[in-house]
């Protein structure tokens, strides 16, 4: 699985943005996928994340109400809808897949990463 994030930004306190993620590969939607953050200096957070088939879908709770995980299959694109955003959200963030249908919130469970894309948000 190939995956290619997008869509990030400068956003002030209290906007929204919207993450793209395109895979290529196996078949969209056979898989879990996430999303990730990642701060400077700090390590590598689970944001949400998404099963395969069934479409769970499970938050970080600092983001939970805020944020929202979905799937495209005929896009076969994965996307983060974010709003109200907070400063501390400014990370780069990650979309990862896993080889199985089962969500997980440990990034050493996800075995393809895109390149990350910079989300900064200005008080």
């Known amino acids: 699985v190939q995956l290619q994030a997008s869509g990030g930004g400068l956003v002030q306190a209290g906007g929204s943005l919207i993450l793209s993620c395109a895979a290529s590969g196996r078949t969209f939607g056979t898989y879990a996928m996430g999303w990730f953050r990642q701060a400077p200096g700090k390590e590598r957070e689970f944001v949400a994340t998404?099963?395969?088939?069934?479409?769970?879908?499970y938050y970080n709770d600092s983001v939970k109400d805020r944020f929202t995980i979905s799937g495209d299959n005929a896009k076969r694109t994965l996307y983060l809808q974010m709003n109200s955003l907070k400063p501390e959200d400014t990370a780069v963030y990650y979309c990862?897949?896993?080889?199985?249908?089962?969500?997980?919130?440990?990034?050493?469970?996800?075995?393809?990463w895109g390149q990350g894309t910079l989300v900064t948000v200005s008080s």
């Open positions: 998404i099963s395969g088939r069934v479409s769970s879908t």
């Open positions: 990862a897949a896993r080889r199985s249908v089962g969500y997980s919130f440990s990034p050493r469970d996800y075995a393809f």
